[in-house]
């Protein structure tokens, strides 16, 4: 089968090969999948150039969800069968075959497209756990959304809006804002144009914000310090700017707020079974039409590299999936 792999590290544009390796045979707990569509995450490209968490040995395949039909089951593996459409975390899903562990794969909504589906994994978990169970958002309160047009960013637009909170989004760009008025935030703020700290202030009359999803870090951590409200909470999802804050832990002591970390991926390893229950909430939602991940770009197979590389650019707007041919 093809798959794209990593067999040196560096930008994705130079690193990433297609080639030909044996199709894989699903151990006991695992599910053989054809991808019909994989999401495209800021993470795979972090794994290109080895800075992710996750570091697998080289050469590795990536790609981290999707979309796909069930070809064959493992040993020991119950309520899934050949045929079935599956959607969740696949580590090498850029292939023509991937496995995925059976306590990762979840059915499908059949309320999404294979494109849809693939990307409702990753940036919608995150998305649920930050704001439900991490911050515990109430309805009325208003979320501050950084990045609001990326991969997790959109996901927190629709969960904050479908939560009954007031979401003001923060983006780099006209195409940018566009998009994130599109997932139905109340307000958004071009930071290319726009003071974010002034704009935030004057939106809630100087209150500030209860909630911000950071997956940015740098400079937008510190723009949430000047604007997170009385007993708010800044929720940190991550550092695509490539910066990691240094709080001040005085500074929350005196404003008296809170700084919530989220990393989704223990939930999978120590309460799997709040993943599965993220998961019958999220097909609700999608099944009512209050959250539908909105794909901008359908990416053939041949140009994974190219996609992946405008990602970790900041060139893309919305969610990129890869089809295969």
Not at 2 to 16: D, H, I, S, T
Not at 101 to 119: M, Q, Y
Not at 205 to 226: L, N
Not at 277 to 306: R, S, Y
Request: net charge negative.
């Amino acid at each position: 089968m093809r798959a794209w792999q990593v067999q040196e590290l560096g930008e994705p544009a130079k690193v990433l090969k297609l080639v030909e390796v044996d199709d894989p045979t699903p151990a006991a707990g695992q599910l053989l999948v054809k991808p019909l569509a994989a999401a495209v995450n800021f993470p795979d490209a972090l794994m290109c150039r080895g800075l992710y968490q996750v570091k697998p040995p080289l050469p590795f395949t990536i790609g981290q969800e999707m979309c796909g039909e069930v070809l064959e089951v493992g040993e020991g593996v119950t309520g899934f069968k050949p045929g079935d459409r599956v959607l969740g975390g696949a580590p090498g899903a850029f292939a023509d075959l991937t496995l995925t562990g059976a306590i990762a794969a979840f059915p499908a909504p059949a309320s999404l497209t294979d494109a849809e589906a693939s990307a409702l994994f990753i940036g919608y978990q995150t998305g649920w756990f930050a704001l439900h169970r991490r911050a515990n958002l109430q309805p009325g309160e208003t979320l501050l959304v950084h990045a609001a047009a990326g991969g997790v960013g959109s996901a927190a637009v629709q969960l904050g809006k479908a939560a009954g909170a007031r979401v003001i989004g923060v983006v780099g760009g006209e195409a940018k804002a566009d998009f994130a008025r599109q997932l139905g935030a109340d307000l958004v703020i071009d930071r290319k144009k726009e003071d974010v700290i002034a704009a935030v202030k004057a939106a809630t009359d100087g209150k500030g914000v209860d909630v911000v999803y950071d997956p940015v870090g740098g400079d937008a951590y510190q723009q949430s310090t000047k604007v997170i409200a009385f007993e708010g909470r800044i929720l940190v999802i991550g550092f695509a700017s490539g910066t990691i804050p240094t709080p001040g832990i005085n500074h929350a002591l005196i404003k008296n707020y809170s700084i919530v970390g989220l990393h989704w991926g223990l939930y999978t390893q120590r309460a799997p079974q709040l993943v599965a229950e993220c998961h019958a909430e999220l097909t609700k939602l999608a099944d009512a039409g209050a959250i539908k991940p909105l794909i901008t770009e359908q990416i053939p197979f041949t140009e994974v590299p190219d996609a992946v590389q405008r990602l970790a650019d900041g060139k893309t707007v919305g969610r990129l999936a890869v089809v295969p041919a």
